[in-house]
C-alpha cells in the first residue's frame, strides 16, 4: 500500500503567512509545468511496481486554481500506470473562489472523491488582512457546490485580531454544512521572510500560551460536534480520517512528485527542488530534480516509527512493531518512555501520548526521535 502527493505551486496571491512552495506570478509557466510533472510521474513509476496505490493527493499551492485539464491529465496517467485500489482517497486540495460548476465536473470525471477546502476564518476582515483571496461568502458557495463530497475545512488558531470566540464561530458555520467529514486545525507559524512574521516581531500576534488555551477550547467544541482528534491538528467524524496522512504516519510509503514534494520509498527518503526553473530544467533534460536523498538507518527508522505514530491518538502498537523491527519496543526505548512516564498511556498492548499533551507532545518525542 502506497500514496502519490502532486505538488501544485500555484496561487492567484500569496498570503501573509505562506511560506509553501506556491508562486503567485508563475502561472504562465503551467504547461510545461504540467509536461514534466507527467514526465516525472512516468519516470518515477517503477518505484511502486508491485503495490496497491491507496490514496492520491493533489496539495499546493491551489490546485483548484490551475486549468483541470492539468488535474485529469495527472490523474488518467496516474490510473494507466499504477495499481489504483478501486477504493483510493483521492483528494484535491480546493481554495473557495477558485471552483466553478464546471472545475467539479472534469474533477468528478477525472475520479476525485474527495476535497479539502481552505477557509481559515469566517471572519472576511481577517480573511482580507492574511490576504486570502476569497471571502466567507465564497467559501458557501463552495460548499453548496461540493455538498455531494467526502469534505475537509482548513481553519486557522492565532490569526491577527482573533480570538477564541472568533474560532468558535468559524466551526460553528463550518459544521453546518453535513458534508465536512474533517477539520483540520493548524496554529498560525509565523515564518521568517513572510509578512506574518513582521508581525510577530512588532508583537502583534498572540503569545504560544493564548494559542493553546484557544486550541484546548477548540479541541472540546469540536468534540462536542462529533469530531474526534485523531492528531494533534487534525478531526474528525467517526471512520473518515484522511487516509493520505495516516499513511505518513504509519510511516507508509509515498511517492511525492513536483517542486518540493518528498519521498519515502524502500527506506529512501527524496526530496524536490522548490525551484519552478530548475525543476522544469531538470526533467526537460532527463535528469532528476532531487536535491535530497537519504537511505535510513534502523536506528533512525526506529525513531522515525515512534516519533510518527506518537503523534496520533492511535500510538505504537508492540506486536506491530515487534513485526517491522524485529524488536522490543519498550527495551528499545526504555530510557524515553523512562523520561516521559507521566505524559504516556502505556499498558501491555501498546504506548501513547496522554490526550492533554497531545498539543506539547514536541518536547516528548525529541526523547523518541534521539533514544
Ligand atoms: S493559498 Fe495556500 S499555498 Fe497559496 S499562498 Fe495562500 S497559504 Fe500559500
Redesign the pocket.
Known amino acids: 500500500m502506497a500514496g502519490i502527493y502532486i505538488h501544485i505551486p500555484f ?5 501573509t ?2 511560506d ?1 512552495a ?1 508562486f ?1 506570478k508563475e502561472i504562465g509557466k503551467a504547461e510545461v509545468y504540467f509536461a514534466c510533472l507527467y514526465k516525472e510521474i512516468k519516470g518515477k513509476a517503477h518505484l511502486l511496481k508491485g503495490k496497491k496505490i491507496n490514496t492520491v493527493y493533489f496539495g ?3 490546485p483548484s486554481f490551475v486549468e483541470p485539464k492539468y488535474i485529469y491529465g495527472a490523474l488518467k496517467l496516474i490510473y494507466t500506470i499504477f495499481d489504483v485500489d478501486k477504493n483510493a482517497e483521492i483528494t484535491l486540495e480546493v ?1 473557495p473562489g477558485t471552483i466553478d460548476e464546471n472545475k467539479l465536473k472534469v474533477y468528478k470525471n477525472a475520479g476525485i472523491n474527495r476535497f479539502s477546502v ?1 477557509l481559515q476564518s469566517a471572519n472576511d476582515e481577517t480573511l482580507r488582512v492574511v ?3 476569497h471571502n466567507f461568502n465564497d467559501f458557501k458557495k463552495a460548499m453548496e457546490l461540493l455538498k455531494d463530497y467526502n469534505t475537509s475545512v482548513d481553519v486557522m488558531l492565532g490569526l491577527p485580531n482573533e480570538e477564541y470566540e472568533d474560532v468558535e464561530k468559524t466551526i460553528k458555520e463550518v459544521v453546518k454544512f453535513s458534508n465536512v467529514k474533517h477539520i483540520s486545525c493548524y496554529a498560525l507559524k509565523a515564518e521568517e521572510g513572510t509578512p506574518m512574521f513582521t508581525k510577530y516581531l512588532n508583537g502583534e500576534l498572540l503569545s504560544e500560551d493564548e494559542v493553546a488555551d484557544i486550541y484546548d477550547d477548540t479541541v472540546k467544541l469540536l468534540k462536542e460536534y462529533g469530531f474526534d482528534r485523531y492528531e494533534v491538528s487534525n478531526f474528525c467524524k467517526e471512520g473518515y480520517y484522511s487516509r493520505h496522512n495516516l499513511n505518513y504516519w504509519k510511516r507508509g510509503e509515498y511517492l511525492g512528485v513536483g517542486i518540493g514534494a518528498s519521498s519515502f520509498i524502500n527506506n529512501r527518503r527524496f526530496t524536490n527542488t522548490e525551484s519552478i526553473d530548475d525543476y522544469v530544467k531538470a526533467i526537460l533534460s532527463g535528469f532528476t530534480a532531487e536535491v535530497f536523498s537519504e537511505e535510513v538507518e534502523e536506528k533512525d527508522a526506529k525513531g522515525e516509527y515512534a516519533m510518527l505514530n506518537l503523534r496520533t491518538k492511535f500510538g505504537i502498537e508492540f506486536s506491530e512493531y515487534k513485526k517491522i523491527f524485529n524488536s522490543d519496543f519498550k527495551k528499545d526505548f526504555e530510557s524515553a518512555i523512562k523520561n516521559n512516564l507521566s505524559y504516556l498511556e502505556i499498558d501491555d498492548k501498546g504506548v501513547k501520548i496522554k490526550d492533554e499533551y497531545l498539543y506539547v507532545q514536541n518536547t516528548i518525542l525529541v526523547d523518541f526521535i534521539d533514544f
Open positions: 496561487c492567484k496571491s500569496k498570503c503567512y505562506c509553501f506556491s503567485p499546493g499551492g491551489t481554495n481552505g490576504n486570502r483571496i
